[in-house]
């Protein structure tokens, strides 16, 4: 079983809307190197795990589970660079478009307009050329070793294509989450070598990968210097065995250590998107919320009446 908390693992920082930037970030949240396949990936890899190697089990879930949370930020992250882009300012109950006015006419100039037509401003489950995501980018060999070294090659790649996506905007928001998970690109590298090793692979030459100094991108520094590249979260509330693994020197050899803990020190604000007329995306108008409440009432209602006539299950009153 899995249990949310309705926060992001890292904030969403303020900016102008960008859609050039957020269809940039297409590729890191639905591209063959992106963050819904990482998710996939792990999971699938922990749900057909064979044999009694708990603590490789657990470390993979465990980075499996973040990329959950890693798809939620790149999601919303692309959403805020769409949200208000063509700048409409109608009242709610206006009728956008209306005597001929083009609204979004902004819209059909962007990169994939599918994030106007078909997102109402929000992120896809597509690269940035609009392809969609594939279950076929997911890996599970059913071989430990080789499944370590694909999630490894995985992470590298991912890691190498948002250091570059980096350089392609200078939007503070788009650089403030793509910092964030060029650490935990390599963070995860770490993971994953650090299994390697302890199968015998000894990695200290080339990690990370790309090797360069991350830490000349200010946004990256800064999360460098609070060292969440040296954590790692099992996100368990039943325990886990990924200390067994992820613990002692960092692979890359530059003398730091590495910390298992079960979650991350601080979560952040989740908030919810504006209504958005010009795309005919609002939330519920007065009338609809009346009725849904009503529903919602009846329901609640019904389920009480249906409980005292069908009285105490016997079942409750054993010892």
Excluded: C
């Excluded at 790692?232 to 960092?250: P, V």
């Amino acid at each position: 079983m899995f249990y949310h908390v309705q926060n992001l693992i890292h904030p969403i920082v303020d900016d102008q809307p960008d859609p050039s930037a957020a269809n940039a970030l297409q590729e890191g949240l639905g591209g063959q190197f992106g963050e819904m396949r990482t998710m996939m990936q792990y999971l699938f890899q922990s749900f057909n795990f064979r044999g009694n190697g708990i603590p490789y089990l657990d470390l993979i879930q465990g980075v499996g589970i973040e990329e959950i949370s890693h798809v939620e930020l790149i999601t919303k992250t692309i959403s805020k660079l769409l949200d208000g882009a063509p700048e409409y300012h109608g009242n709610k109950i206006d009728t956008p478009g209306a005597g001929g006015k083009a609204t979004m006419n902004q819209a059909k100039e962007a990169q994939n307009p599918h994030h106007f037509i078909v997102g109402a401003q929000s992120a896809l489950p597509v690269d940035a050329a609009g392809n969609p995501w594939s279950g076929s980018y997911v890996h599970n060999h059913g071989n430990l070793v080789l499944d370590l070294m694909d999630n490894l090659v995985l992470e590298s790649t991912g890691r190498i294509q948002k250091s570059r996506i980096y350089q392609m905007s200078s939007n503070k928001t788009l650089r403030s989450t793509i910092a964030f998970l060029i650490v935990r690109d390599e963070a995860h590298q770490l993971a994953f070598a650090k299994a390697l090793e302890s199968l015998g692979v000894d990695w200290g030459k080339v990690l990370p990968i790309p090797k360069f100094d991350s830490s000349v991108y200010p946004e990256v520094k800064k999360l460098m210097d609070q060292g969440i590249h040296r954590e790692q979260y099992t996100f368990r509330l039943d325990g886990s065995e990924m200390d067994k693994i992820f613990k002692g020197s960092s692979p890359s050899n530059d003398g730091s250590e590495l910390i298992t803990m079960a979650e991350p020190k601080v979560s952040y604000p989740n908030s919810i998107g504006v209504e958005r007329p010009e795309e005919f995306a609002p939330g519920l108008d007065p009338e609809l919320k009346n009725l849904a409440d009503a529903f919602l009432e009846f329901k609640e209602t019904t389920l009480k009446n249906m409980e005292k006539k069908a009285g105490p299950n016997p079942r409750n009153n054993q010892d």
